[in-house]
């Protein structure tokens, strides 16, 4: 046996012996383990339940000799007895949510050598209760006025300090300076606010305790009774008197009332039995001024002062136009005159005026700037009526003059014509019609004008046609390629509407397919197209054998199919206007 074989051999043998061994690890003479080091970033003290940072490798655990290395974390709540982390068995470790205060170390094995590293304390605080505060003895006050004093129900545990907070929604807090024990008295609220009890350990984390509402109500308003205003002599008003009062708001909703008058606005005396939130005037006979005093949640409030003028009544006087053959104008026409009949009279001091106008005579809005007793319109795009409102501003009221009607002639609908385009050949154009769908349509029995209009340079510029007022037009010559349209306008008027417009195209040289392609009858020039040849397919056409043509153009209400095996040659341009072209599987187009 040579030495080689003698010394593996032996090395075999070695192995077999030291796995063959006590299952225990033990220290050996052969084996030295240095378990590395550890380190730990994070916080030292962490809250109840909180999870720490990672623990990291700091130095690797060595073995002089094995070279095979694996780790074990392991933990302990004492530092001297520790138990294995199950699955914690890399260089580092990321502890999970720790409720006591835990100390970690990583353990490293070499074979049956063991080797430690340095161990780290983590601190968790005890866990810590905010305690229970009860209401104060007003849990809904008036505003401007303090609760009492907030109690303490149970105290707080495990704490570093205090700190009482506010909130006005229940959701965002801030702290209350100077506010510190268990127990609070808050200041008088204007707001319905939130209160709680916050404490802070000693981690730092800081807990809220359940807030209580102190619910304020609102600051009393003593509302509105009315503008002064001013009402003819001898009129009952009653109850509504005041127009536009509005009702006390705030307090506690428990509202006494007490109206009161005066003769000078500024001494008032209460009115006998006038102790309700309304008040029935009923016949004044001399100029007042009143207010309505209210008492809610130990506040007094008043209302505004209304002043009720006793006046004569007003009227709107009448109105007409300059002229009643303007009565009906064409659309865009300005400049119409309305004249004063008889001017308004009674209220009282001055008479203003406004003139107001209405699309439909029933809702009316002011015109800016127009306060003469006389009027002349503006740019008139509808039908319109116009009246004059005289108000008299010390009192309030308003009276409305008769209302004109001037209405706007223009066009509702400019018709339609027939959306077809046509391919016609120079000499082809005396069955040319170009067809009315339906007519334009005015605002009012009025005559309409029709006029046709041609463009040769693409739509861009129209030019009448010599008598062509009819509804539709036959052309008595078109040499060119043309767009046509159909103008309407209202007998009088100077606007015109314009109709769709419809394409003729004028070719010299055509063919017009409908059927099959070989079958040269159904062409115009009765023979089938040649390569020099621009072919029109109007109607449904199918080709069977290759073919070879100029230019194509589909247009009309027609289809072209290339059937099977067939090749369809094209050496200018394809125009698909409307419908396809049906390629069928193993037949081609080809385009030059």
């Not at 008036?142 to 609760?147: E, T, V």
């Not at 007042?288 to 009227?315: D, F, H, M, Q, W």
């Not at 106008?357 to 740019?379: H, P």
Request: hydrophobic letters at 30%; a positive charge; aromatic letters at 10%.
């Amino acid at each position: 046996m040579n030495l080689k074989l003698k010394l593996t051999l032996l090395f075999f043998l070695s192995s077999i012996t030291l796995l063959l061994g006590s299952d225990e690890p033990k220290e050996s003479n052969t084996l030295a383990v240095n378990g590395g080091s550890i380190s730990y970033y994070g916080s030292s003290t962490i809250c109840y339940n909180a999870t720490p940072s990672t623990l990291n490798n700091s130095r690797t655990a060595t073995s002089t000799g094995y070279p095979y290395i694996t780790y074990q974390w392991q933990s302990s709540t004492d530092g001297r007895s520790y138990t294995n982390i199950s699955g914690a068995t890399s260089t580092s470790y990321k502890p999970g949510k720790l409720t006591k205060t835990t100390y970690f170390r990583r353990q490293a094995r070499a074979m049956y050598d063991l080797g430690y590293s340095n161990s780290i304390k983590i601190t968790v605080s005890p866990s810590a209760t905010t305690g229970l505060i009860s209401s104060p003895p007003s849990s809904s006050i008036c505003y401007n006025q303090s609760p009492g004093t907030i109690k303490n129900h149970y105290a707080p545990t495990n704490y570093s300090s205090i700190q009482w907070q506010v909130s006005t929604d229940g959701k965002n807090y801030s702290d209350i300076p100077g506010a510190t024990g268990l127990e609070y008295t808050p200041v008088n609220l204007k707001t319905t606010s939130y209160f709680r009890r916050q404490i802070t350990v000693s981690c730092g984390a800081k807990y809220g305790s359940m807030s209580v509402k102190i619910t304020v109500f609102p600051r009393l308003n003593g509302g509105t009774i009315g503008n002064d205003r001013m009402i003819c002599y001898g009129t009952n008003v009653g109850r509504y008197g005041f127009i536009g009062a509005v009702l006390p708001s705030g307090g506690n909703g428990t509202n006494s009332y007490q109206w009161q008058s005066s003769t000078d606005g500024s001494t008032f005396t209460n009115i006998p039995g006038a102790v309700y939130s309304y008040y029935d005037i009923g016949t004044p006979t001399s100029t007042k001024y009143y207010r309505r005093r209210v008492t809610s949640c130990t506040e007094i409030a008043y209302s505004n002062t209304a002043k009720i003028i006793v006046g004569s009544p007003l009227s709107g006087g009448t109105v007409a136009l300059n002229s009643s053959s303007q009565s009906a104008v064409c659309k865009g026409t300005s400049g119409v005159g309305i004249k004063n009949i008889s001017s308004a009279k009674g209220g009282l001091y001055n008479i203003q005026y406004q003139w107001q106008s209405s699309t439909d005579g029933v809702n009316f809005y002011d015109i800016i700037y127009e306060n003469d007793n006389s009027l002349t319109t503006s740019t008139l795009n509808s039908d319109t009526y116009f009246r004059r409102k005289a108000y008299n501003a010390s009192c309030d009221v308003q009276a409305f003059s008769n209302a004109i009607l001037i209405k706007a002639k223009q066009l509702t609908q400019t018709g339609l014509l027939s959306a077809d385009n046509y391919v016609i050949h120079h000499d082809n154009y005396r069955n040319t019609t170009l067809k009315s769908v339906y007519p334009a349509k005015a605002n009012g029995n009025y005559p309409i004008i029709y006029v046709w209009q041609k463009s040769t340079d693409g739509g861009n510029t129209f030019v009448d046609i010599p008598n062509s007022n009819s509804l539709s037009y036959t052309p008595n010559t078109i040499s060119t390629t043309s767009h046509f349209r159909r103008g309407a306008y209202i007998s009088g008027c100077s606007t015109r509407a314009y109709t769709n417009r419809i394409y003729v195209q004028v070719v010299d040289k055509y063919t017009i397919a409908d059927g099959d392609w070989n079958d040269k009858t159904i062409w115009s020039n009765n023979k089938v197209p040649e390569p020099s040849d621009n072919v029109y397919i109007l109607n449904d056409v199918t080709m069977n054998n290759p073919e070879t043509v100029n230019d194509l153009i589909i247009t009309g209400k027609g289809n072209l199919t290339i059937q099977s095996s067939s090749i369809l040659y094209v050496i200018g341009k394809i125009d698909v206007l409307t419908n396809e072209i049906i390629i069928s599987s193993g037949s081609k187009l080809i385009v030059y």
